[in-house]
T-cell receptor, first 114, second 116 residues
Framework: AQTVTQSQPEMSVQEAETVTLSCTYD???????LFWYKQPPSRQMILVIR??????QNATENRFSVNFQKAAKSFSLKISDSQLGDAAMYFCACICSNDYKLSFGAGTTVTVRA | GAGVSQTPSNKVTEKGKYVELRCDPI?????LYWYRQSLGQGPEFLIY????????DSGLPNDRFFAVRPEGSVSTLKIQRTERGDSAVYLC??????????????FGPGTRLTVL
């Protein structure tokens, strides 16, 4: 069964505009961890933002913020003031079990139009 | 400081051959992970080490795959009798384990394996 689902294979955004990437996940645990990773063509996976499930406050990192809806098991990423360097594949991931394994979604390709 | 490094960057081999993929984690990181990323998909977990021992190898697809970390630092992923379906990018990550499962996993640039 798919633990993490990203329903948007591709998203396009105009430079300086905002784009929101969707992610849903499945877990029966009460405590878990959610992540957004960025993977540019260089293949290097870079952590963008993370959220602990026990924290109600949405995480923010500069232009990146999340909308964490625990009851709906939803974890969307908002990229504000999009820049050309934001173009990449974005993966939603979860440590959803009582272990250390990351479960990844299929990814969303973000293109930024100049 | 230096990040996670992986060698080789690219590996092309023939069906049936044996390959070894190397991962050098960040110094001081006690946890090491291997993931496999097929084209157009997200990475999938293969194996996780705490120190020298494999704490969880449930993601290894079959007994052709094996990984070691003899001194608790460098790890080698070994694939015997390679098949065309093994073609993928193999990613290694490390983390500072005492921080718990929510600690950031730092990824290397991966090894792209192509089996002809």
């Amino acid at each position: 069964a798919q633990t993490v689902t990203q329903s948007q294979p591709e998203m396009s955004v105009q430079e300086a505009e905002t784009v929101t990437l969707s992610c849903t996940y499945d877990t029966s645990e009460s405590d878990y961890y959610l992540f957004w990773y960025k993977q540019p063509p260089s293949r290097q996976m870079i952590l963008v933002i993370r959220q602990e499930a026990y924290k109600q406050q949405n995480a923010t990192e500069n232009r990146f913020s999340v909308n964490f809806q625990k009851a709906a098991k939803s974890f969307s990423l908002k990229i504000s003031d999009s820049q050309l360097g934001d173009a990449a594949m974005y993966f939603c991931a979860c440590i959803c079990s009582n272990d250390y394994k990351l479960s990844f979604g299929a990814g969303t390709t973000v293109t930024v139009r100049a | 400081g230096a990040g996670v490094s992986q060698t080789p960057s690219n590996k092309v081999t023939e069906k049936g051959k044996y390959v070894e993929l190397r991962c050098d984690p960040i110094s001081g990181h006690t946890a090491l992970y291997w993931y496999r990323q097929s084209l157009g998909q997200g990475p999938e977990f293969l194996i996780y080490f705490q120190g020298t021992g494999a704490a969880d190898d449930s993601g290894l697809p079959n007994d052709r795959f094996f990984a070691v970390r003899p001194e608790g630092s460098v790890s080698t992923l070994k694939i015997q009798r390679t098949e065309r379906g093994d073609s993928a990018v193999y990613l290694c990550a490390s983390s500072y384990l005492p921080g718990g499962p929510g600690n950031e996993q730092f990824f290397g640039p991966g090894t792209r394996l192509t089996v002809l």
